[in-house]
T-cell receptor, first 113, second 119 residues
């Protein structure tokens, strides 16, 4: 199984500042045949299902604010939230869909400092 | 708009079975795989398996092999997840999620169904 490890486990950032969450996979998520990284990011608020933010490592889902961005390739990925807003308080998960069983990172809890 | 609506909360005794339904609407049901993910209280996300609503083929996590069955009814655009031989560790919120057209991530999720296993 591919192990997904996020860092940090929790993060406190001031309003308007930048938040950076990292995700490392135990195997490369890059698929040569289509030049894509099989990695997504989700946001989950209390009492709600996860919400897709980023797929193929860097493509923002429709309707997601452009302060959210994804980067990285192979085994190292980053979710960046610029100009943090109060509504961004949530737990963030990375997700690999390169192989089954699909796996998720343990989550990063983002709070306001 | 795309919607996945799940059945309501369940309380089951150890050893029993549970079936959770996921009714899809707002899109062509057979175009998108449906995956199931669960989340134990205060914990992270765990993939259970997937079904192709078009032909009914399934793929299960090894951890759940022999205990989970995914089926679909194209006439009602509903996917079902049955989990057998329940134990206390199966207490969790169970989500169905739609895989994006073109593959990969889950672009729409059900509201979740809490399954509590307790004697």
């Amino acid at each position: 199984d591919i192990v997904m490890t996020q860092s940090p486990d929790s993060l406190a950032v001031s309003l308007g500042a930048r938040a950076t969450i990292n995700c490392k996979s135990s195997q490369s998520l890059f698929y040569n045949s289509n030049n894509k990284n099989f990695l997504a990011w989700y946001q989950q608020k209390p009492g709600q299902p996860p919400k897709l933010l980023i797929y193929w490592a860097s493509i923002r889902e429709s309707g997601v604010p452009d302060r959210f961005s994804g980067s990285g390739s192979g085994t190292d990925f980053t979710l960046t939230i610029d100009s943090l807003q109060a509504e961004d308080v949530a737990v963030y998960y990375c997700h690999q869909y390169y192989s089954t069983p699909q796996t998720f990172g343990q989550g990063t809890k983002l709070e306001i400092k | 708009q795309v919607q996945l609506v799940q059945s309501g909360a369940e309380v089951k005794k150890p050893g029993a079975s549970v079936q959770v339904s996921c009714k899809a609407s707002g899109y062509t049901f057979t175009n998108n795989y449906i995956h199931w993910v669960r989340q134990a209280p205060g914990q992270g996300l765990e993939w259970m398996g997937s079904i192709n609503p078009s032909g009914g083929s399934t793929n299960y996590a090894q951890k759940f092999q022999g205990r989970v069955t995914l089926t679909r009814d194209t006439s009602t655009t509903t996917v079902y997840m049955e989990l057998n031989s329940l134990r206390s560790e199966d207490t969790a919120i169970y989500y169905c999620a739609r895989r994006r057209w073109g593959g990969g991530a889950y672009d729409s999720w059900g509201q979740g169904t809490l399954v509590t296993v307790s004697s």
